[in-house]
């Protein structure tokens, strides 16, 4: 397993256009009007255990759920995401109503530690009695890395008390002792916050209670199943008819086939490669990389986007890839870079981080709207014009995952060993990283993702040995490299998608290297019908889409790409502070000389069109319309 760590994002600071600016409308615009539609939702008041408790604002369905029973995992990760804000800079306003939310939470604990607001208001007695669909642990996981970012980021250590409180009630209640519980959580993530909680404190317990969800899970007898009998229910009656549903059909160790809810496996999956990790564990690593396997192979969108279906939030069948109901929901691609981001620091494989970058660019960053307070929940590769972003939702996890993302994405850019420096993305960056040799001040000058000319320069303390490994995309064909002008030969010193460059480095070291950004046409497996006999078109990591607004004259669904068009790269200033679109010769079906019928024994006419195609990221912000990532090939 490698030796590469993620150097912190507070210690990368963004300088490039393109990510400065998603950073500072997350800052200024999102962060904060997050904190006022949890204050309109009843959300913050739902923390001061109000007595009577109000009326349901989201009734209960039609299996007894009703999504006011996650709302503390929305708090948490607000105070994360606002916590990563404070890192940047600090905000007395913003200190002050995380302040007041941690008074709220101290109120409301109970004496023996518990601390989850619905069933402390609504049901105190059932706790921990359905752990099978009513997030208890999945919120506290959520608090408890808020709870972590806000004690980094301030020193301030009130709410981790608090939440440490909580993490040794759960210890007490689950485990394999007498009378304990032998249960988890139906949504993971309590295991991703306690191994952070144990990198934190150093304290093993954390990482031995981490190590127990995800060892007894899927074990048998069922716990879901004994849990439900005690509940008086029959477990054949589960309302998600399997437990595929929730990653617990199995040992994690024998599964081998990507199921269930995508935002839960996708969690699951990341803490299972944190334990592979921390407990040189290669059987977790080998179920990770099997699984990797599969979704990569039959289950992944283009965008990244992850889970064709709406009905179980996530996978179906292999090669079941719809375009226009694709669910693809925005917390799912967050927590595949989650993902791809500890599979990189597993083995330093540039296949891990091509994944992470097109998750990102695509389907991740299109979840927040370019004003910063609008989102999408599910990311469709096709639309009729109905689509379009919310200003909140009835569940809104995807909300404050987008801003949680934007606001450390930094801590994705640049990993370190004690003698290596690894770049995974690029985008114009700073940073001072510690090696054995001393330290070292890297600064990357690109205008990536529109340009792949990247400049870095490097000022070791002194002259230093140690070598920079840069990622070379899987998309980047014939790339090329120099230092201080001198030619590096990119294939032979390049391994597993990096380029290595290990010398005696001086201050003011110069590193040239040229991505090669051509649109390219992309196609899909057959298997894929949705997409048979249709082009997608990309350039470098970002994905294109054609949007109406750019396409005028009906539907973007009646254009058609001849094969032999030529793609032509047009930079756009007048575009969202300067994109790059990409456009080409094409015709357009029409449809005005139907004379009323719906059928008739001549093919429609067509005309010459010329097609724009634009970020797919960017579409749906500036009004509704028609949308297509794939479009006919003639």
């Given at each position: 397993?490698?030796?590469?760590?993620?150097?912190r994002f507070v210690d990368v600071h963004l300088e490039g256009q393109f990510w400065r600016e998603r950073?500072?409308?997350?800052?200024?615009?999102?962060?904060?009007?997050?904190?006022?539609?949890?204050?309109?939702?009843?959300?913050?008041?739902?923390?001061?255990?109000?007595?009577?408790?109000?009326?349901?604002?989201?009734?209960?369905?039609?299996?007894?759920?009703?999504?006011?029973?996650?709302w503390d995992s929305d708090v948490g990760k607000w105070i994360e995401a606002a916590s990563y804000a404070?890192?940047?800079?600090?905000?007395?306003?913003?200190?002050?109503?995380?302040?007041?939310?941690?008074?709220?939470?101290?109120?409301?604990?109970?004496?023996?530690?518990?601390?989850?607001?619905?069933?402390?208001?609504?049901?105190?007695?059932?706790?921990?009695?359905?752990?099978?669909?009513?997030?208890?642990?999945?919120?506290?996981?959520?608090?408890?890395?808020?709870?972590?970012?806000?004690?980094?980021?301030?020193?301030?250590?009130?709410?981790?008390?608090?939440?440490?409180?909580?993490?040794?009630?759960?210890?007490?209640?689950?485990?394999?002792?007498?009378?304990?519980?032998?249960?988890?959580?139906?949504?993971?993530?309590?295991?991703?916050?306690?191994?952070?909680?144990?990198?934190?404190?150093?304290?093993?317990?954390?990482?031995?209670?981490?190590?127990?969800?995800?060892?007894?899970?899927?074990?048998?007898?069922?716990?879901?199943?004994?849990?439900?009998?005690?509940?008086?229910?029959?477990?054949?009656?589960?309302?998600?008819?399997?437990?595929?549903?929730?990653?617990?059909?199995?040992?994690?160790?024998?599964?081998?086939?990507?199921?269930?809810?995508?935002?839960?496996?996708?969690?699951?999956?990341?803490?299972?490669?944190?334990?592979?990790?921390?407990?040189?564990?290669?059987?977790?690593?080998?179920?990770?990389?099997?699984?990797?396997?599969?979704?990569?192979?039959?289950?992944?969108?283009?965008?990244?986007?992850?889970?064709?279906?709406?009905?179980?939030?996530?996978?179906?069948?292999?090669?079941?890839?719809?375009?226009?109901?694709?669910?693809?929901?925005?917390?799912?691609?967050?927590?595949?870079?989650?993902?791809?981001?500890?599979?990189?620091?597993?083995?330093?494989?540039?296949?891990?981080?091509?994944?992470?970058?097109?998750?990102?660019?695509?389907?991740?960053?299109?979840?927040?709207?370019?004003?910063?307070?609008?989102?999408?929940?599910?990311?469709?590769?096709?639309?009729?014009?109905?689509?379009?972003?919310?200003?909140?939702?009835?569940?809104?996890?995807?909300?404050?995952?987008?801003?949680?993302?934007?606001?450390?994405?930094?801590?994705?850019?640049?990993?370190?060993?004690?003698?290596?420096?690894?770049?995974?993305?690029?985008?114009?960056?700073?940073?001072?990283?510690?090696?054995?040799?001393?330290?070292?001040?890297?600064?990357?000058?690109?205008?990536?993702?529109?340009?792949?000319?990247?400049?870095?320069?490097?000022?070791?303390?002194?002259?230093?040995?140690?070598?920079?490994?840069?990622?070379?995309?899987?998309?980047?064909?014939?790339?090329?490299?120099?230092?201080?002008?001198?030619?590096?030969?990119?294939?032979?010193?390049?391994?597993?998608?990096?380029?290595?460059?290990?010398?005696?480095?001086?201050?003011?070291?110069?590193?040239?290297?040229?991505?090669?950004?051509?649109?390219?046409?992309?196609?899909?497996?057959?298997?894929?019908?949705?997409?048979?006999?249709?082009?997608?078109?990309?350039?470098?990591?970002?994905?294109?889409?054609?949007?109406?607004?750019?396409?005028?004259?009906?539907?973007?669904?009646?254009?058609?790409?001849?094969?032999?068009?030529?793609?032509?790269?047009?930079?756009?200033?007048?575009?969202?502070?300067?994109?790059?679109?990409?456009?080409?010769?094409?015709?357009?079906?029409?449809?005005?000389?139907?004379?009323?019928?719906?059928?008739?024994?001549?093919?429609?006419?067509?005309?010459?069109?010329?097609?724009?195609?634009?970020?797919?990221?960017?579409?749906?912000?500036?009004?509704?319309?028609?949308?297509?990532?794939?479009?006919?090939?003639?």
């Amino acid at each position: 397993m490698s030796k590469f760590l993620p150097v912190r994002f507070v210690d990368v600071h963004l300088e490039g256009q393109f990510w400065r600016e998603r950073l500072e409308t997350v800052l200024t615009r999102t962060i904060p009007s997050q904190h006022v539609q949890l204050g309109a939702h009843g959300i913050l008041e739902s923390l001061t255990l109000p007595n009577p408790p109000p009326p349901l604002r989201f009734p209960r369905n039609d299996h007894d759920f009703t999504v006011q029973v996650f709302w503390d995992s929305d708090v948490g990760k607000w105070i994360e995401a606002a916590s990563y804000a404070l890192s940047h800079r600090r905000d007395p306003d913003i200190e002050a109503k995380i302040e007041k939310i941690i008074d709220d939470l101290e109120k409301a604990q109970a004496p023996d530690g518990y601390l989850n607001c619905w069933y402390l208001q609504r049901e105190p007695e059932n706790r921990w009695t359905n752990m099978r669909d009513n997030h208890e642990l999945y919120n506290l996981g959520h608090l408890i890395e808020g709870g972590i970012a806000y004690f980094l980021a301030t020193g301030r250590r009130r709410l981790l008390d608090i939440l440490e409180r909580y993490v040794d009630h759960v210890r007490a209640t689950f485990g394999t002792g007498p009378g304990q519980k032998r249960g988890y959580c139906g949504h993971q993530e309590i295991e991703l916050a306690l191994i952070r909680l144990y990198r934190l404190t150093g304290d093993r317990k954390q990482l031995d209670l981490a190590t127990y969800f995800i060892n007894e899970r899927g074990r048998q007898p069922h716990y879901f199943d004994q849990e439900a009998i005690a509940r008086g229910e029959d477990p054949k009656k589960f309302w998600a008819k399997s437990y595929e549903y929730n990653q617990s059909h199995k040992p994690v160790r024998e599964q081998d086939k990507v199921v269930g809810h995508a935002v839960r496996a996708m969690y699951m999956y990341s803490a299972m490669a944190d334990l592979a990790a921390e407990l040189k564990d290669d059987s977790l690593k080998h179920a990770c990389e099997v699984l990797w396997k599969d979704v990569m192979s039959s289950k992944i969108y283009i965008t990244s986007g992850l889970g064709p279906a709406a009905a179980n939030e996530g996978f179906t069948e292999d090669y079941d890839l719809p375009n226009e109901t694709a669910y693809a929901e925005t917390c799912a691609s967050v927590a595949l870079i989650f993902w791809a981001q500890r599979m990189l620091h597993l083995d330093l494989d540039g296949k891990y981080a091509d994944v992470l970058e097109q998750a990102l660019f695509n389907n991740a960053l299109g979840g927040l709207s370019r004003d910063g307070e609008h989102y999408f929940y599910s990311n469709p590769l096709d639309s009729d014009g109905r689509h379009s972003r919310w200003l909140w939702h009835t569940c809104p996890c995807c909300t404050m995952n987008a801003s949680r993302l934007v606001a450390s994405v930094g801590g994705y850019f640049v990993s370190a060993s004690e003698d290596a420096v690894a770049f995974h993305l690029y985008g114009g960056i700073s940073t001072e990283v510690a090696l054995k040799s001393g330290k070292v001040l890297l600064t990357e000058v690109s205008s990536y993702p529109w340009s792949g000319d990247i400049c870095i320069e490097v000022y070791p303390e002194a002259s230093a040995e140690f070598a920079l490994k840069l990622r070379i995309p899987g998309w980047a064909r014939g790339a090329k490299a120099s230092v201080n002008g001198e030619a590096v030969a990119v294939e032979p010193n390049s391994v597993n998608g990096y380029l290595t460059i290990a010398r005696r480095w001086q201050r003011g070291d110069t590193v040239q290297l040229e991505l090669p950004m051509p649109p390219e046409r992309m196609y899909a497996h057959p298997s894929v019908r949705a997409d048979l006999g249709r082009v997608a078109l990309k350039r470098g990591p970002l994905l294109y889409c054609v949007e109406e607004t750019d396409n005028p004259g009906g539907p973007v669904q009646r254009l058609k790409l001849p094969r032999q068009s030529d793609i032509r790269v047009e930079q756009r200033n007048d575009l969202f502070d300067g994109v790059v679109t990409l456009t080409a010769e094409a015709s357009r079906i029409r449809g005005d000389d139907w004379k009323g019928k719906l059928y008739r024994d001549e093919p429609p006419a067509e005309e010459p069109a010329k097609l724009t195609a634009l970020p797919y990221y960017l579409w749906n912000n500036r009004g509704q319309g028609s949308m297509a990532v794939w479009v006919v090939e003639k």
